[in-house]
């Protein structure tokens, strides 16, 4: 553990923060330094920027577009930015339904001019191409694309997206559109609520894995489908130990011990059985299962007193064959007369 020096407070400047509960999970080194030379000194120009920093002019530029997109810093035409019918549901939690239109990918010509216009996205793209470690081809382009124009994800939002896809092994074209979809339909469209769900994320990964080991299974990173069960879980508040619960369960009836698809939604239907009765801890699980089976004794208990003993009835029949017989005839009587 460390302690801040008393002779650094004798010289201060304020720093919001925002750019630490927000920005400070993502931005890069060059763009830290920038933001520090800014509010350290709010009139500081590009060039004197680059003298204090030792950044290069374009590095410096770069910079100063990531906190305007991030709205730390406020170009001059846009002092005060009119929020969207998307952005004010947003931060009301009201969720949008997506609009239901055709989208048309732009060709290569037009990749081109945006990205020589905009750049937040000519940003995305490079980082895109560090976080996938490949040069992007046309489609994945395409792809990056629809992220931003088509689910209304904003470039430093999008890279955070294309993290965390790397994080879970779903880098495909069609699972980033699945992630961004996902995102939009649940208003991740800024820095704080994406990193709240990629913490969440985190967590749900650490108890697959946690399952994996207990259970003898891959460790490797779930797809996103799964790791959406597993964070469901976790909402519901149900730990390791009621999870693992389930997976014995689905072993004994499915007879297999393998972490895949079909049994993954059959231990969601064990959950959330569990969750519709109230069991929410083992202890409840342990009990309402006791409870279940003590139910099931003794119903088959009932069935057997009131069944038809067969034995019986040929042993009363063989002893007082005239008391059989002239049952059987007051029962034929009574149908003949029916």
Known sequence: MWSISPKVYSSMFSLPTE??????????????????????????TIEDITKVTNLSLGTVKECVEYWTDNGILVGEEAKAPVKTEKQIAVSEQVKMPLPDIHFTNPNQAEIEKILKKNGAMKRL??????????????????TIY??????GITPDVANCLLYFAKSIDSTSQNDILKIAKYWAENGITDMRTADEYINETDKALTVFRDLAVRTNNDTSAPTFAVMEIFCEWLRWGYTINEIEKAFNIMKAEKQTGRLVWNNICHMNGTIKNWRKQGLNTLEDIEKGTK????????????V???????????KQATENPKDFGSMKNKRRKKKEGA
């Not at 750019?19 to 009139?43: M, T």
């Not at 490079?126 to 081809?137: F, H």
């Open 19 to 44: 750019i630490a509960d927000k920005c400070l999970k993502f931005a890069s080194g060059e763009q830290l330094k920038v933001i520090l030379a800014i509010f350290r000194n709010p009139e500081i």
């Open 125 to 142: 793209f490079n980082e895109a191409q560090q976080i996938l470690g490949r040069t992007l081809g046309y489609s994945m382009q395409c």
């Open 146 to 151: 629809s992220v931003v124009y088509r689910y």
């Open 291 to 302: 409870k279940f089976q003590s139910k099931s004794q003794k119903s088959n208990t009932e």
């Open 304 to 314: 057997k007193e009131t069944s038809f003993d067969v034995a019986k009835a040929e």
